[in-house]
Nanobody
């Protein structure tokens, strides 16, 4: 069973950047696809980005318009989300997740079965 812990959230100004980290513990992490999701108060959890087990394939939510980059370092059991050109609409709790039964990417929240506790990102003007 994999355990996930997010870090790197905080307060940033519009136009700034943050890098979120997700530390994983457990066996066979490199065989799991991973992803980032976010949730604002009163809203459903939405897909941000996903990455295959090897890190070769990446997929992003259309609405992000190329501002975010997902990556992973399997030697460190870690997944990252680089966020640039942040806008106030990016304010949310960001969660990392893993698909322990699949190595391929997916944007379907229901297919991810391991979740971190989330880290708050607040973008202010």
């Amino acid at each position: 069973q994999v355990q996930l812990v997010e870090s790197g959230g905080g307060l940033v100004q519009v136009g700034g950047s943050l890098r979120l980290s997700c530390a994983a513990s457990g066996r066979s992490f490199s065989s799991y696809a991973a992803g980032w999701f976010r949730q604002a108060p009163g809203k459903e959890r939405e897909f941000v980005a996903s990455i295959s087990g090897t890190g070769i394939s990446r997929y992003y939510a259309r609405s992000l318009k190329g501002r975010f980059t997902i990556s992973r370092d399997n030697a460190k059991n870690a997944v990252y989300l680089q966020m640039n050109s942040l806008v106030r609409q990016d304010t949310a709790i960001y969660y990392c997740a893993a698909r322990t039964t699949q190595s391929v990417i997916s944007n379907d929240v229901s297919t991810y079965d391991a979740w971190g506790q989330g880290t708050q990102v607040t973008v202010s003007s």
